[in-house]
């Protein structure tokens, strides 16, 4: 029964996105702008002393998209619930749903295929524009299960708000922490570059170790990746908790 | 006071006091900017180790960024105020009465420039606090101040043309992101000369917002820069000059209808 | 069994006073309940809690015999529900909304076009079917949310105000369709409004809430006879004969304030008219306007709460009445 509903939940979110670029271009533009400006602009950050990832600065900035688009897809997509809430949508689901997990599911079914369809075009574009490879097709699946972690994480956080606040002017709320963490990971330069305070948050900041894992696939020489496993797990596994206590203060508040 | 001025003026303080009291509208533009500042200064200062960069300090390098931005979004802002008083029926009510219609540009403008200047206040004081000494002096402080009256001032009219030929808020925020493809295809991050790929140095060559960054960053880490501050002065000139013009064609059009 | 049961129900909001407070509620299965007060009385907040969308502080309500508290999704398969915001998505036609809806209840695929179809039709939106939501008219709207409200065939149907906002001919519309859904399927409506018309007309029983409490309820008919006889109201056509007027009348009833002629409550209701007519007739006395006011619902919420429901009463009616204000919204 809450499949049924997760499915019609999930058909409605992505019929309206793909059906309205308003709605699936900013998901779509953001990551490809990031590669761009990063890939593109800073390339030059490989000679800095120090910098050793082995395959250059595009495949070394297209992990940190990777992820990106993940993080932001979810947010994006908590936007969606906000909006729902604020019209008084998110009502109609929530009386029509014999089982309100399933309105979850379905939004976050719905997150999951719309960034699956970003990051189809996203390495698409990498590899059009010379991307180097140096790990195997398990390893590339290794990132993109990394980065499916984090639109699962970032989702749950931002539609744990959008129950909580029920307004589209939360969409600050949701957006900032997630850019923030996400920034205040090693971007531009591996974490052994950083110094002074930025190196002593990055070293905290737990989607380091899903960045540093993540571009250690690319380049075929997986690290850490258990650390990194466990701590998208657990991000996603905390912020469930959270979305699940938004929704039940979302019921009580009718 | 002249009819004119005074009107300009009770114009400009509705504008400021209008953007104080939407908090979002004063704290975003104040806050993001320096957010930015601090990421990218801290997870960009290996830069300062490649060969020819033209600071030891990332985060004076990077300072010139916060004041072309927080002019990007104080435009954004002047444009939506002014397209909620077309679609609210304000600016109507105005054209009733004998006040001039370039006042209610003026008046517009005038707030977004007090706005501009409250900013730039705030950044330096962030760069002083962080340790960043402006290279050309108290004097280039007050030139620095006065490249950001004009950046503003020209942004705003930008953003008062698109208001006025759109009237409609949602069309203006949805030229926001074309603004942030310029900040970011530009020297922001980087100078011009140290960008390896060509066609990412070529666009940031074309862009003007690279001369706006570059002119405030030549007075905090250069000195007086004779060619950056021509070329930042006279682009911003251009610009201002340009939007005005469109702006007061859009208000005449508007305001005859 | 009752189709809708609830025994003292009670919610509070945080920092507020009690906008439900120990209500009790029992609605025989095919009947239009009427639920009649103010804005701000607790019309929604009830129907809130009885569609699980709330859930009450204290007391319980069973609805299609499931307790709305420890069986939501039973109670949720079994009900249909127009809230008084037509919450739609403007970006879907009206057609993919009714087969959103249909999936969201479970129901069969193969089912779920010719239902949407039907329902389209039977709601007059077939010709808009696949027009975006986002340009419907709000009467649209509504049509649309009563369609939705109805797709899996619930037995208890919830309709909190259906017809503010709409003009006479939608709201007409609307009470033949409700009214039918009653008589012809059997389907239990509870229906909330402000509207005295409307719980008139439409409702087989009606409870009057006022501050979060039933002051009133019954059948219409039971309501208005509680309040008490009918009245009549004469303006003489000179002015001069209003005292003679007066006398006339006073031989038929107690007398009561009018502001523009005199007026009579009658000691033996409708039956009197004639015997005042002939009275008159037989003075030569020439009146102007001659009204017999029956007591209306609104004379029932007035005698009950000192307050008229109705912001628009006539002149007349209101300088009888003590404490006219109404409640602000």
């Given at each position: 029964m809450s499949f049924a509903v997760a499915r019609a939940v999930a058909w409605r979110t992505l019929h309206n996105v793909f059906t309205h670029p308003s709605l699936l271009i900013p998901s779509l533009i953001f990551p490809l702008f990031f590669f761009t400006a990063f890939a593109g602009g800073l390339s030059r950050v490989r000679d800095v002393p120090g910098f050793d990832f082995p395959l250059g600065y595009t495949a070394f900035q297209f992990a940190f998209v990777v992820l990106q688009s993940a993080a932001f897809g979810g947010v994006f997509t908590g936007f969606g619930i906000a909006r729902d809430f604020e019209s008084g949508f998110a009502r109609r689901l929530m009386l029509a749903a014999p089982n309100r997990a399933g309105i979850v599911l379905g939004y976050g079914a719905a997150a999951l295929i719309r960034w699956l369809f970003t990051v189809a075009v996203v390495t698409g574009v990498a590899f059009a524009v010379g991307m180097k490879v140096g790990g195997s097709g398990v390893d590339l699946f290794g990132l993109y299960a990394l980065a499916l972690l984090l639109n699962v994480a970032a989702l749950l956080w931002a539609s744990g708000v959008a129950m909580r606040l029920r307004t589209m002017q939360a969409g600050p709320v949701m957006q900032m922490p997630v850019f923030l963490t996400l920034f205040f990971a090693p971007v531009y330069v591996p974490l052994s570059l950083l110094k002074g305070w930025i190196h002593a948050v990055a070293v905290v900041n737990p989607l380091t170790r899903v960045l540093e894992a993540g571009r250690g696939f690319l380049a075929g020489s997986p690290t850490d990746v258990g650390a990194a496993f466990a701590a998208a797990l657990a991000l996603a596994a905390l912020f469930s908790l959270w979305a699940v206590r938004g929704l039940r203060n979302a019921e009580s508040a009718g | 006071?002249?009819?004119?001025?005074?009107?300009?003026?009770?114009?400009?303080?509705?504008?400021?006091?209008?953007?104080?009291?939407?908090?979002?509208?004063?704290?975003?533009?104040?806050?993001?900017?320096?957010?930015?500042?601090?990421?990218?200064?801290?997870?960009?200062?290996?830069?300062?180790?490649?060969?020819?960069?033209?600071?030891?300090?990332?985060?004076?390098?990077?300072?010139?960024?916060?004041?072309?931005?927080?002019?990007?979004?104080?435009?954004?802002?002047?444009?939506?105020?002014?397209?909620?008083?077309?679609?609210?029926?304000?600016?109507?009510?105005?054209?009733?009465?004998?006040?001039?219609?370039?006042?209610?540009?003026?008046?517009?403008?005038?707030?977004?420039?007090?706005?501009?200047?409250?900013?730039?206040?705030?950044?330096?004081?962030?760069?002083?606090?962080?340790?960043?000494?402006?290279?050309?002096?108290?004097?280039?402080?007050?030139?620095?101040?006065?490249?950001?009256?004009?950046?503003?001032?020209?942004?705003?009219?930008?953003?008062?043309?698109?208001?006025?030929?759109?009237?409609?808020g949602e069309a203006v925020q949805s030229i926001f992101p074309a603004f942030f493809v310029f900040l970011f295809i530009s020297s922001m991050n980087i100078p011009r000369n140290l960008i390896a790929a060509g066609w990412f140095r070529d666009l940031a060559t074309a862009n003007p917002v690279s001369y706006l960054i570059e002119c405030v960053r030549s007075l905090l880490i250069t000195g007086w820069d004779g060619q950056a501050l021509a070329l930042g002065f006279g682009i911003a000139a251009a610009i201002t000059v340009v939007a005005l013009a469109l702006a007061s064609w859009a208000l005449r059009v508007r305001m005859a209808r | 069994m009752d189709a809708i049961e609830a025994e003292h129900l009670v919610r509070e909001f945080k920092n507020g006073p009690r906008a439900v407070d120990r209500i009790d509620l029992a609605v025989r299965s095919g009947e239009i309940y009427g639920f009649l007060g103010p804005n701000g009385a607790g019309k929604s907040t009830t129907v809130h809690m009885l569609t699980t969308l709330l859930p009450p502080t204290a007391g319980t309500a069973r609805v299609a015999g499931y307790d709305v508290v420890h069986e939501g999704p039973q109670v949720r398969m079994r009900i249909g529900a127009a809230l008084q915001e037509a919450a739609l998505d403007p970006l879907l036609t009206g057609r993919e909304h009714l087969r959103l809806q249909a999936s969201l209840q479970a129901m069969p695929r193969n089912e779920r076009r010719a239902r949407a179809g039907e329902l389209l039709a039977r709601v007059g939106l077939s010709e808009a079917a696949d027009r975006k939501v986002g340009g419907y008219s709000g009467g649209m709207k509504r049509r649309l949310d009563l369609a939705l409200a109805l797709v899996h065939r619930p037995p208890v149907l919830f309709l909190d105000e259906p017809t503010t906002g709409l003009d006479i001919q939608s709201r007409t519309a609307l009470w033949g369709e409700v009214g039918r859904l009653a008589r012809e399927e059997g389907v239990t409506v509870f229906l909330t409004t402000q509207y005295l018309e409307e719980a008139d007309v439409l409702a087989d029983r009606v409870g009057i809430i006022d501050h979060g409490r039933i002051v009133a309820e019954g059948t219409p008919a039971e309501l208005k006879a509680q309040v008490g006889r009918p009245s009549v109201e004469a303006v003489p056509a000179d002015p001069a004969d209003r005292k003679l007027v007066g006398e006339i009348l006073a031989r038929f009833g107690e007398p009561i304030t009018s502001a523009k002629g005199v007026a009579v409550r009658l000691r033996e209701g409708e039956s009197d008219l004639a015997g005042i007519v002939r009275a008159l007739d037989a003075d030569e006395l020439k009146v102007e306007h001659l009204q017999l006011h029956q007591p209306s619902l609104d004379d029932v919420f007035l005698a009950k709460t000192g307050r008229s429901l109705e912001g628009e009463a006539p002149e007349e009616e209101q300088s009888a009445r003590p404490g006219l204000a109404m409640e602000p919204a």
């Amino acid at each position: 029964m809450s499949f049924a509903v997760a499915r019609a939940v999930a058909w409605r979110t992505l019929h309206n996105v793909f059906t309205h670029p308003s709605l699936l271009i900013p998901s779509l533009i953001f990551p490809l702008f990031f590669f761009t400006a990063f890939a593109g602009g800073l390339s030059r950050v490989r000679d800095v002393p120090g910098f050793d990832f082995p395959l250059g600065y595009t495949a070394f900035q297209f992990a940190f998209v990777v992820l990106q688009s993940a993080a932001f897809g979810g947010v994006f997509t908590g936007f969606g619930i906000a909006r729902d809430f604020e019209s008084g949508f998110a009502r109609r689901l929530m009386l029509a749903a014999p089982n309100r997990a399933g309105i979850v599911l379905g939004y976050g079914a719905a997150a999951l295929i719309r960034w699956l369809f970003t990051v189809a075009v996203v390495t698409g574009v990498a590899f059009a524009v010379g991307m180097k490879v140096g790990g195997s097709g398990v390893d590339l699946f290794g990132l993109y299960a990394l980065a499916l972690l984090l639109n699962v994480a970032a989702l749950l956080w931002a539609s744990g708000v959008a129950m909580r606040l029920r307004t589209m002017q939360a969409g600050p709320v949701m957006q900032m922490p997630v850019f923030l963490t996400l920034f205040f990971a090693p971007v531009y330069v591996p974490l052994s570059l950083l110094k002074g305070w930025i190196h002593a948050v990055a070293v905290v900041n737990p989607l380091t170790r899903v960045l540093e894992a993540g571009r250690g696939f690319l380049a075929g020489s997986p690290t850490d990746v258990g650390a990194a496993f466990a701590a998208a797990l657990a991000l996603a596994a905390l912020f469930s908790l959270w979305a699940v206590r938004g929704l039940r203060n979302a019921e009580s508040a009718g | 006071m002249s009819a004119f001025a005074d009107q300009v003026f009770l114009l400009a303080r509705r504008s400021v006091v209008r953007t104080i009291r939407q908090p979002a509208n004063v704290v975003f533009p104040l806050v993001f900017p320096m957010l930015l500042l601090a990421v990218n200064s801290g997870g960009l200062k290996a830069e300062t180790r490649l060969p020819g960069f033209p600071t030891k300090s990332f985060v004076a390098f990077a300072l010139a960024v916060p004041f072309i931005q927080g002019a990007l979004f104080a435009t954004m802002n002047a444009g939506t105020d002014l397209a909620r008083d077309i679609q609210t029926g304000f600016l109507s009510r105005l054209s009733l009465t004998p006040m001039r219609g370039i006042a209610v540009l003026a008046g517009q403008l005038g707030g977004v420039v007090t706005m501009g200047v409250i900013q730039a206040t705030v950044y330096l004081s962030v760069g002083l606090a962080v340790g960043v000494r402006p290279a050309s002096g108290a004097l280039g402080v007050l030139v620095l101040f006065g490249f950001a009256l004009l950046v503003s001032l020209g942004f705003g009219a930008l953003g008062a043309f698109a208001a006025l030929r759109t009237g409609s808020g949602e069309a203006v925020q949805s030229i926001f992101p074309a603004f942030f493809v310029f900040l970011f295809i530009s020297s922001m991050n980087i100078p011009r000369n140290l960008i390896a790929a060509g066609w990412f140095r070529d666009l940031a060559t074309a862009n003007p917002v690279s001369y706006l960054i570059e002119c405030v960053r030549s007075l905090l880490i250069t000195g007086w820069d004779g060619q950056a501050l021509a070329l930042g002065f006279g682009i911003a000139a251009a610009i201002t000059v340009v939007a005005l013009a469109l702006a007061s064609w859009a208000l005449r059009v508007r305001m005859a209808r | 069994m009752d189709a809708i049961e609830a025994e003292h129900l009670v919610r509070e909001f945080k920092n507020g006073p009690r906008a439900v407070d120990r209500i009790d509620l029992a609605v025989r299965s095919g009947e239009i309940y009427g639920f009649l007060g103010p804005n701000g009385a607790g019309k929604s907040t009830t129907v809130h809690m009885l569609t699980t969308l709330l859930p009450p502080t204290a007391g319980t309500a069973r609805v299609a015999g499931y307790d709305v508290v420890h069986e939501g999704p039973q109670v949720r398969m079994r009900i249909g529900a127009a809230l008084q915001e037509a919450a739609l998505d403007p970006l879907l036609t009206g057609r993919e909304h009714l087969r959103l809806q249909a999936s969201l209840q479970a129901m069969p695929r193969n089912e779920r076009r010719a239902r949407a179809g039907e329902l389209l039709a039977r709601v007059g939106l077939s010709e808009a079917a696949d027009r975006k939501v986002g340009g419907y008219s709000g009467g649209m709207k509504r049509r649309l949310d009563l369609a939705l409200a109805l797709v899996h065939r619930p037995p208890v149907l919830f309709l909190d105000e259906p017809t503010t906002g709409l003009d006479i001919q939608s709201r007409t519309a609307l009470w033949g369709e409700v009214g039918r859904l009653a008589r012809e399927e059997g389907v239990t409506v509870f229906l909330t409004t402000q509207y005295l018309e409307e719980a008139d007309v439409l409702a087989d029983r009606v409870g009057i809430i006022d501050h979060g409490r039933i002051v009133a309820e019954g059948t219409p008919a039971e309501l208005k006879a509680q309040v008490g006889r009918p009245s009549v109201e004469a303006v003489p056509a000179d002015p001069a004969d209003r005292k003679l007027v007066g006398e006339i009348l006073a031989r038929f009833g107690e007398p009561i304030t009018s502001a523009k002629g005199v007026a009579v409550r009658l000691r033996e209701g409708e039956s009197d008219l004639a015997g005042i007519v002939r009275a008159l007739d037989a003075d030569e006395l020439k009146v102007e306007h001659l009204q017999l006011h029956q007591p209306s619902l609104d004379d029932v919420f007035l005698a009950k709460t000192g307050r008229s429901l109705e912001g628009e009463a006539p002149e007349e009616e209101q300088s009888a009445r003590p404490g006219l204000a109404m409640e602000p919204a």
